[in-house]
T-cell receptor, first 113, second 117 residues
Framework: QQPVQSPQAVILREGEDAVINCSSS?????VHWYRQKHGEAPVFLMI?????EQKGHEKISASFNEKKQQSSLYLTASQLSYSGTYFC??????????????FGKGTKLSVIP | ETGVTQTPRHLVMGMTNKKSLKCEQH?????MYWYKQSAKKPLELMFV???????ENNSVPSRFSPECPNSSHLFLHLHTLQPEDSALYLC????????????????FGPGTRLTVL
């Protein structure tokens, strides 16, 4: 079952912050975040493992709430280069590493000057 | 060449044609994947190969036939496709181990835009 992402789309002005959520009804082993710009391949951002781990990548960070089976991606002081579609990919299971990701439908983020 | 490359980048074919998509990874990875990306739909995993052996086949119609001759190359053979198969087909690779592998960062190729007439 695919994870549910929200919002579906968001428009930001440069410098504003945004939060993208990814929720699953199934127990998760890990959550992966990718960004895809129009006409390009998805690019890996970060992986979060169960345990509530929070990771950061420059001004983009994420958290994973194991109890809620939800991950949130935080974009602070957004830049024009942040524009694109953000996908979360979830890996189910007991931690054996199935290598199989189920992706959400994506959140389209547009940053305007 | 670096990263993951895919050829052709664009392909138009009739329903009776036979064609193949090619993917090559230059990252030394041992797992490769085929995904289908349709408009307004999430990325759909089609096939997974670990150590050249197919480990996942997510109920993909038999008109799609994968082939992994070695850990660097992956093919997707297409025959008698339907118009609804038109989509962007993405290849990805990652490095996995035989043990519990927590990190499975996948590197994607640019994709092949397939149109079935």
């Amino acid at each position: 079952q695919q994870p549910v992402q929200s919002p579906q789309a968001v428009i930001l002005r440069e410098g504003e912050d945004a939060v993208i959520n990814c929720s699953s009804s199934k127990a998760l082993y890990s959550v992966h975040w990718y960004r895809q710009k129009h006409g390009e391949a998805p690019v890996f951002l970060m992986i979060l493992l169960k345990g509530g781990e929070q990771k950061g990548h420059e001004k983009i960070s994420a958290s994973f709430n194991e109890k809620k089976q939800q991950s949130s991606l935080y974009l602070t002081a957004s830049q024009l280069s942040y524009s694109g579609t953000y996908f979360c990919g979830t890996e189910r299971g007991s931690g054996a590493g199935s290598y199989q990701l189920t992706f959400g439908k994506g959140t389209k983020l547009s940053v305007i000057p | 060449e670096t990263g993951v490359t895919q050829t052709p980048r664009h392909l138009v074919m009739g329903m009776t044609n036979k064609k193949s998509l090619k993917c090559e990874q230059h990252l030394g990875h041992n797992a490769m994947y085929w995904y289908k990306q349709s408009a307004k739909k999430p990325l759909e995993l089609m096939f997974v190969y670990n150590f050249k052996e197919q480990t996942e086949n997510n109920s993909v119609p038999s008109r799609f036939s994968p082939e992994c001759p070695n850990s660097s190359h992956l093919f997707l053979h297409l025959h008698t496709l339907q118009p609804e198969d038109s989509a962007l087909y993405l290849c990805a690779s990652s490095q996995v181990s035989g043990r519990k592998q927590p990190y499975n960062e996948q590197f994607f190729g640019p994709g092949t835009r397939l149109t079935v007439l």
